[in-house]
């Protein structure tokens, strides 16, 4: 009898398998595509080094070039393929945490864009957000903070740093207060939303830390929102911070 999963790296692995290969046709679709591009790319070897061995002087030097772009590209294809068939959570996650978070132990999800618009909109700017993941931490929550991709030119617009300085996960948990295993900044021309919502799907004990209700993804995870403790709103009064509905 096979083991349940015990982190959300192994959950999504299985479910993401176990949906691209319910489809006979596509399984055997993808194995074709594999033994095409391998057999692809030993006779290109063989020929480039057929080439090379009857060819002398400046066309040993281009047959190298050759060689070495081809060998690049498909290094690149093969990157890409590999990724592509990884769940997005997994695929765009820089510190590799998400992978490793156990789903017996509850989680914070933080909507970081959302609660530091929130915080600057109070002249607070990172602060509040730093406060509450503090908060959760204390009382046994692992935090998962999500940003968008455009986090690093709002804060630098704010100047929260100077627009020469290099972007890094490292520059983004040290403004915030928070980790470095704990900031997810999701890729360009996608809204954290969608981040958001997949990994309070997988996560049995956990919740959203956002002002903002998702609405346009109600009909698509009627599951995380089938109630009003997925999420938890967060309100700025006289300069405190509060976060609402809130149990320990």
């Known amino acids: ?14 479910g ?16 074709l595509q594999r033994l095409l591009g391998f057999g692809l790319l030993v006779c290109i070897f063989a020929l480039s080094v057929w080439w090379l061995l009857g060819s002398s002087g400046s066309k040993n030097t281009q047959v190298l070039i050759l060689l ?23 695929a765009n996650d820089r510190q590799g945490f ?5 789903l017996d132990e509850k989680t914070a999800v933080f909507d970081g864009s959302n609660i530091y618009h929130l915080g600057h909109d109070n002249g607070l700017d990172a602060k509040p957000l730093g406060e509450i993941a503090n908060l959760l931490r204390s009382q046994g929550y692992r935090i998962v903070c999500f940003f968008d991709a455009n986090i690093f030119h709002t804060l630098s617009e704010h100047g929260a740093f100077p627009s020469s300085q290099r972007h890094s996960l490292i520059l983004l948990a040290q403004i915030f207060g928070l980790k470095e295993d704990e900031v997810y900044v999701v890729p360009g021309g996608v809204q954290a939303d969608k981040y958001i919502l997949e990994a309070l799907k997988h996560m049995p ?22 109630d009003h403790l997925w999420r938890n709103g967060v309100v700025i009064s006289d300069g405190e911070t509060k976060l609402l509905q809130h149990r320990v």
């Open 16 to 31: 993401f398998a176990s949906r691209q290969d319910r489809n006979t046709v596509a399984w055997l679709w993808r194995t």
């Open 205 to 226: 004990i956990s919740f959203a830390v956002t002002n903002d209700k998702y609405r346009d993804y109600a009909s698509k995870y009627p599951t995380v929102m089938k």
């Open 68 to 90: 070495s772009a081809l060998v690049i590209i498909w290094w690149f294809v093969v990157r890409r393929v590999r990724t592509g068939k990884q769940h997005f959570l997994l």
């Open 98 to 102: 998400l992978r490793g978070l156990r």
């Open 1 to 14: 009898m096979a083991s349940k999963p015990t982190t959300l790296g192994e959950v999504l692995s299985k």
